[in-house]
């Protein structure tokens, strides 16, 4: 195509024709830019389309990991809210208003609050976004909502770490009176014994009296009060992930 133009360019030269070889020129310039613009657009098209296909992706990886987390703070809101009310039954009877309980049941119920597991959270999506650069693809109505959510998942790790640094000797205190680590050892050295020390050791009739000394009210009221205000935190993380699905769905509207 080329050696075709240049062939037609020397013709013209050649035969002295002058004028009609400048308007070719111009002809064969305005063919080129015309060219490169339909190659540009088509480039654009091809990035746009590019783009299109990471940005839904991106989205559709997003609320499956916003989906996931709602899962596991619906699950963990549960289980806080069973635990405390097993607290209440043995706050209860520390402070002498229900001995209808038995004790087996108390020393069960202190034992599960001390082992809570901390939450399940899987941010990893949201923050390889993020750092990837691929959150601008979002809409900023998007990006304001999960920011708002990414916020709040901070502040409530700032709450577990600061809760779980500062119950550190309470959790200390309590595990050994209650023997609540037995299970766990058991699972893991199941060839060894781990014995209770004679001091700390509680049969029923020292259990009643330690849950009802008012030291012991004070340290597992402080447990009652930290899985209260997690739930509380929790109710926060699920409205935000809430909030942000709504603002997807919104967007992905025809």
Do not use: C
Not at 38 to 65: G, H, M, Y
Not at 226 to 234: D, G, R, S
Request: glycine share 2%; proline share 2%.
């Amino acid at each position: 195509m080329i050696k075709f133009f240049r062939k037609i360019r020397q013709n013209l030269l050649s035969e002295g024709k002058t004028g009609k070889y400048l308007k070719y020129a111009i002809g064969e310039i305005v063919l080129v830019v015309i060219g490169i613009l339909i190659a540009l657009w088509i480039n654009n098209l091809n990035v746009d389309n590019q783009q299109d296909k990471e940005r839904l992706t991106l989205i559709s990886n997003l609320k499956q990991e916003l989906n996931e987390n709602l899962s596991q703070f619906n699950e963990r809101t549960k289980l806080l809210k069973d635990t405390n009310k097993n607290l209440i039954e043995v706050l209860n009877f520390s402070a002498s208003k229900n001995d209808n309980v038995s004790l087996d049941s108390l020393r069960l119920y202190v034992t599960n609050a001390l082992n809570l597991e901390t939450a399940l959270l899987n941010n990893s999506r949201l923050s390889s976004a993020k750092s990837s650069g691929k959150f601008s693809l979002l809409s900023e109505d998007i990006t304001t909502s999960l920011t708002d959510y990414e916020t709040s998942i901070t502040n409530y790790l700032k709450f577990i770490d600061f809760t779980t640094l500062a119950f550190d000797d309470d959790w200390s205190k309590l595990s050994i009176r209650f023997n609540s680590l037995q299970e766990a050892h058991n699972m893991l050295y199941p060839e060894t014994n781990l014995a209770a020390h004679p001091e700390f050791a509680l049969d029923s009739e020292a259990l009643a009296r330690y849950l009802k000394e008012p030291q012991t009210f004070g340290l597992l009221h402080k447990y009652y009060t930290k899985y209260m205000v997690e739930k509380l935190w929790l109710g926060e993380l699920k409205s935000r992930i809430n909030s942000s699905l709504e603002t997807i769905e919104k967007e992905q509207l025809p």
